[in-house]
Structure formats: structure tokens, C-alpha cells
């Protein structure tokens, strides 16, 4: 079955400053890689998604990178601000619409 | 449409005591998931159902864990008997189809005592 590796567990980033979370994942059948963004006591809650057709996708400050070959894909985030600080999970979708997530990035941006 | 509607929110119970949480998909989706989350091993997928049928139950721990859905609107998750270990935030979340986005529901955080 599907097993996605998330890195890193925590990461600490300076206001203004680029974080970056790396995932990957098992099933080469997986096509479809979603990241959610989870704030502290409320539901997981989708930011960006990328399917296996595309290698990246971007949507203002926050980027997705996909390598299908390697079976990893990334999350970037550009001119973090403190409302960015969050838990950051990554997830794939592997055979029959299985969807499987990370273990979490606990995201803390520092003024 | 109010979303994936879960309840209760929080629930206190004894060990030993039979705990059923409950869950209503959003209107039209036919995938329905449920999964665990405790710090140490983050958001656990239990089990998934496509149009009401299970597909792959492999991540419930134990026997004392099951799910149910008898219709498209509904689904529980029980847990006979509770056990401390079982503590956790139990969310459902449901999608349209493959490689869409699933909604999460508001979670409900069970406490065995």
C-alpha cells in the first residue's frame, strides 16, 4: 500500500524568510498529491493540490513541485508571515483512491 | 451545504465503555474517510468507503474498531471496548471522486479515562 515520509517533523523560519517541506511517496500508481494546512484546534484544510500530469504548480506565495520519477513532491513557501505558522500535512492518493497522509511539519515563523 | 457535520464534538467515556462517533458526508461525495490523529503518528487513514461500500479497512488497529456506513448520508466509527491508547482527535473527510479535494468534518477529540 501507499506510505508517504514527511521532512521535516518541525521547521522554524524567520518572517520573511522561505520554508520548504519535502514528501515521499511508494505507490508509483499515486496521481494526485494534496497539502493541507491544519491550525491549531481546527480541521485539516486544503492549500494546494498537483496532479501527476504537471511538475509544478503555484498559487501566490505557495508552490508545489512534483517529480514523479523520483516519487517526491514539495511544498514551497515564499515571504512567510506569521500567520503561515501552522501544521503542514502532505498527502497522496495511491490505487483505488486510498488517500494517505504525512506525518505533519509543525511550521513556526518567528518575528 | 453546512459540510461534513461530525458529532459529537467531544466525548469523555470510562475504559471499557462502548464509544460510536457519527458523521454525515457532504451532500453528493461518494468517497468517505475516516482517520486518527495523535501526535505521535499524525493523521492515521482507519478505513475508506466508496459509495457506502468499505475498500480498505487495513488501518484499524483492532477488532474493537468498526465502521459502518448504511447510507450515503451517514457513517459511524465504534470503538467496543474503549481503551486509554484509543485517546486521539478522529476526523471523517469526504470527496467526489479520485484526486479531488476531501473535506475534513470539524473532528471529535475522545478522551478514555
Known amino acids: 500500500g501507499e506510505n508517504v515520509e514527511q521532512h521535516p517533523s518541525t521547521l522554524s523560519v524567520q518572517e520573511g524568510d522561505s520554508a520548504v517541506i519535502k514528501c515521499t511517496y511508494s505507490d508509483s500508481a499515486s496521481n494526485y498529491f494534496p497539502w493541507y494546512k491544519q491550525e491549531l484546534g481546527k480541521r485539516p484544510q486544503l492549500i494546494i493540490d498537483i496532479r501527476s500530469n504537471v511538475g509544478e504548480k503555484k498559487d501566490q506565495r505557495i508552490a508545489v513541485t512534483l517529480n514523479k520519477t523520483a516519487k517526491h513532491f514539495s511544498l514551497h513557501i515564499t515571504e512567510t508571515q506569521p500567520e503561515d505558522s501552522a501544521v503542514y500535512f502532505c498527502a497522496a492518493n495511491g490505487g483505488a483512491q486510498k488517500l494517505v497522509f504525512g506525518q505533519g511539519t509543525r511550521l513556526t515563523i518567528n518575528p | 451545504d453546512a459540510g461534513v457535520i461530525q458529532s459529537p464534538r467531544h466525548e469523555v467515556t470510562e475504559m471499557g465503555q462502548e464509544v460510536t462517533l457519527r458523521c454525515k458526508p457532504i451532500s453528493g461525495h461518494n468517497s468517505l474517510f475516516w482517520y486518527r490523529q495523535t501526535m505521535m503518528r499524525g493523521l492515521e487513514l482507519l478505513i475508506y468507503f466508496n459509495n457506502n461500500v468499505p475498500i480498505d479497512d487495513s488501518g484499524m488497529p483492532e477488532d474493537r474498531f468498526s465502521a459502518k456506513m448504511p447510507n450515503a448520508s451517514f457513517s459511524t466509527l465504534k470503538i467496543q471496548p474503549s481503551e486509554p491508547r484509543d485517546s486521539a482527535v478522529y476526523f471523517c473527510?469526504?470527496?467526489?471522486?479520485?484526486?479531488?479535494?476531501?473535506?475534513f468534518g470539524q473532528g471529535t477529540r475522545l478522551t478514555v479515562v
Open positions: 473527510a469526504s470527496r467526489t471522486g479520485q484526486n479531488t479535494e476531501a473535506f
